[in-house]
């Protein structure tokens, strides 16, 4: 989803292909309008060209290509190139892995308080242990979160819980921020959020509702949610409780 802001700098009949993205009704035809989008000299294009190919979407994975296609996006400044390039040098991804250089990259994009270069930065210095890491690591949480990011509220509210599990204040405040998560299509929160109402913990029991999630979730692509489907539907007396808790723990490590 692409930034009105943006949208808005490039002339009309452009932002209409660009917005035209956005609509696509399946991955046919997202490609055929990113395709003519960029076919018009459209730069959010070329970014989305590169997600196209890292991902495969069209033919095979061509992280090769996807990297010089967001070379080209960062150079004109199209938000979200520079954490993906981030992304391609710490990960080492179809390139040689330099970790100084994808950190940089990640340093750079968070400067423009890019939430998924927070986000990633967080886990970074979160893993390092210190306390000055753990500290920094949870402000960089924090504004990634209130970028509405869906895993960086995930990671909020899972950490929340970690610390306060038998708090009701904290855990209906993180069902709450599950709920957010899942509203922006993070899968993890999502489940969260459906077992915590199925369990009645820090929201309204209900189950219809729960399993619905579960559904919609699945609808999204994410498969394995039909393993937690049926296992929930064999086994309708499970203590759900004790799974939350141990999902929060697994989530949390």
Not at 78 to 90: K, Q
Not at 204 to 225: C, W
Request: hydrophobic share 40%; aromatic share 10%.
């Amino acid at each position: 989803d692409y930034s009105e802001e943006y949208l808005a700098s490039n002339n009309p009949l452009l932002k209409m292909y660009e917005n035209s993205i956005n609509y696509a009704m399946n991955t046919q035809d997202y490609i055929r309008m990113v395709n003519e989008a960029k076919a018009k000299g459209s730069k959010i294009a070329i970014l989305a060209r590169g997600d196209i190919d890292f991902l495969g979407m069209e033919n095979v994975l061509s992280p090769f290509s996807a990297t010089k296609l967001y070379n080209r996006a960062k150079e004109d400044s199209v938000p979200g190139a520079t954490s993906r390039l981030a992304a391609i040098y710490w990960h080492g991804y179809g390139v040689k892995r330099d970790i100084k250089r994808g950190y940089a990259l990640y340093k750079e994009a968070a400067k423009n308080n890019d939430p998924v270069a927070l986000y990633s930065l967080a886990l970074i210095y979160l893993r390092q242990g210190t306390v000055e890491s753990q500290k920094e690591g949870m402000r960089l949480l924090k504004l990634a979160a209130k970028g509405n990011y869906g895993p960086a509220l995930t990671a909020v509210g899972v950490l929340a819980l970690a610390n306060g599990f038998e708090s009701k204040r904290i855990r209906e405040a993180a069902c709450d921020i599950f709920k957010q998560a899942y509203n922006k299509d993070d899968s993890t929160g999502g489940i969260l959020y459906a077992i915590m109402t199925m369990n009645g913990d820090g929201v309204a029991l209900d189950k219809t509702k729960a399993f619905s999630i579960l559904y919609d979730i699945k609808s999204r692509g994410l498969n394995n949610v039909g393993d937690l489907l049926n296992f929930f539907n064999y086994h309708p007396n499970l203590n759900t409780k004790k799974l939350f808790s141990q999902a929060i723990e697994l989530c949390r490590a």
